[in-house]
């Protein structure tokens, strides 16, 4: 009869230990969980951030893509129209002063841009590369003594790694003429261009090669090296020489890569003014006369 007792005091007691753990056990997970933040009364519903990437977007990008891409292919159409410099008399105005001057780069420069000022309007054509007037012999041959490099006309041009001395006869939206060239010698990457670009050899030797060639393209004074648009080349002016240079189509996407290793190398920001000063200037003077 005591142990009937005893079991069912057992029996009694178990249950009523388990019930206390359970409750215990709930108790420590309240504490340990954060209590939920309840949203005050009355506030606005929460709203769902849309993506920018909703197909309204997608379909406005894709007409203004669609018109942008029109509107390129129309100006690609008629950007001819606005040329005013032809290569085969450029390369034959180059030639010519060669033939009468040989090399006195001075007395060729000076043929080249007197000429070309006298076949067009004087202001799409800048000829004050000397700070002093030139003096000429009945042969028309210039003084050495009497040409001083214009220092706020000749500007240094450091692009794709190579360095060089540059005069801008003209420059616009769709064409730039300039001579380029250093006494020394350089080096560097043509670029990849939205413009044809031919350099009209005046003194010494360009040298030039696409990927994978194993031997150079050489071109002498008098010679054309054509830069097809959209092509790269390594190039280098062997024992320095110079050049006319004319680039015919979208001129101002050529100039990041003209602005690219003041940037991120040499930091002249001087030169950088002078450059933009200069391009600027002749860009608007063309602008405002109805030349693009």
Same mark, same amino acid.
């Given at each position: 009869?005591?142990?009937?007792?005893?079991?069912?005091?057992?029996?009694?007691?178990?249950?009523?230990? =388990?019930?206390?753990?359970?409750?215990?056990?709930?108790?420590?997970?309240?504490?340990?969980? %954060?209590?939920? !933040?309840?949203?005050?009364?009355?506030?606005?519903?929460?709203?769902?951030?849309?993506?920018?990437?909703?197909?309204?977007?997608? $379909?406005?990008?894709?007409?203004?893509?669609?018109?942008?891409?029109?509107?390129?292919?129309?100006?690609?159409?008629? !950007?001819?129209?606005?040329?005013?410099?032809? %290569?085969?008399? $450029?390369?034959?105005?180059? !030639?010519?002063? $060669?033939?009468?001057?040989?090399?006195?780069?001075?007395?060729?420069?000076?043929?080249?841009?007197?000429? $070309?000022?006298?076949?067009? %309007?004087?202001?799409?054509?800048?000829?004050?590369?000397?700070?002093?007037?030139?003096?000429?012999?009945?042969?028309?041959?210039?003084?050495?003594?009497?040409?001083? %490099?214009?220092?706020?006309?000749?500007?240094?041009?450091?692009?794709?790694?190579?360095?060089?001395?540059?005069?801008?006869?003209?420059?616009?939206?769709?064409?730039?003429?300039?001579?380029?060239?250093?006494?020394?010698?350089?080096?560097?990457?043509?670029?990849?261009?939205?413009? =044809?670009?031919?350099?009209?050899?005046?003194?010494?030797?360009?040298?030039?090669?696409?990927?994978?060639?194993?031997?150079?393209?050489?071109?002498?004074?008098?010679?054309?090296?054509?830069?097809?648009?959209?092509?790269?080349?390594?190039?280098?002016?062997?024992?320095?020489?110079?050049?006319?240079?004319?680039?015919?189509?979208?001129?101002?996407?050529?100039?990041?890569?003209?602005?690219? =290793?003041?940037?991120?190398?040499?930091?002249?920001?001087?030169?950088?003014?002078?450059?933009?000063?200069?391009?600027?200037?002749?860009?608007?003077?063309?602008?405002?006369?109805?030349?693009?």
């Amino acid at each position: 009869m005591l142990q009937s007792n005893d079991r069912a005091r057992s029996l009694r007691v178990g249950p009523s230990l =388990d019930s206390a753990g359970l409750v215990f056990s709930r108790t420590r997970h309240a504490m340990n969980t %954060p209590a939920r !933040k309840s949203r005050p009364v009355g506030s606005a519903p929460i709203r769902l951030r849309k993506s920018r990437w909703s197909i309204r977007n997608l $379909l406005v990008s894709g007409v203004v893509l669609a018109v942008l891409s029109a509107v390129w292919g129309v100006l690609e159409q008629v !950007k001819s129209r606005w040329y005013i410099f032809d %290569p085969p008399a $450029l390369h034959q105005l180059c !030639k010519d002063a $060669l033939a009468l001057h040989g090399n006195d780069t001075v007395s060729v420069v000076s043929h080249i841009v007197t000429t $070309l000022s006298h076949e067009h %309007p004087s202001w799409t054509v800048n000829t004050g590369f000397s700070a002093t007037p030139l003096v000429t012999g009945a042969d028309g041959k210039v003084d050495p003594a009497s040409y001083v %490099p214009a220092e706020r006309e000749w500007v240094w041009n450091n692009a794709g790694g190579a360095m060089g001395t540059m005069f801008i006869i003209h420059a616009s939206i769709t064409e730039y003429l300039i001579v380029f060239g250093t006494p020394l010698g350089t080096e560097g990457h043509s670029g990849r261009h939205t413009a =044809d670009d031919y350099f009209h050899i005046l003194a010494g030797e360009q040298w030039a090669s696409k990927a994978g060639a194993f031997e150079p393209e050489i071109y002498a004074a008098g010679d054309v090296h054509h830069l097809v648009r959209g092509e790269v080349k390594q190039y280098k002016f062997h024992r320095g020489g110079f050049a006319l240079e004319y680039a015919r189509g979208w001129i101002p996407l050529m100039l990041p890569f003209g602005f690219a =290793d003041t940037f991120f190398s040499t930091l002249d920001l001087p030169t950088l003014y002078h450059t933009v000063r200069l391009t600027g200037r002749s860009i608007i003077s063309n602008l405002l006369h109805g030349k693009i």
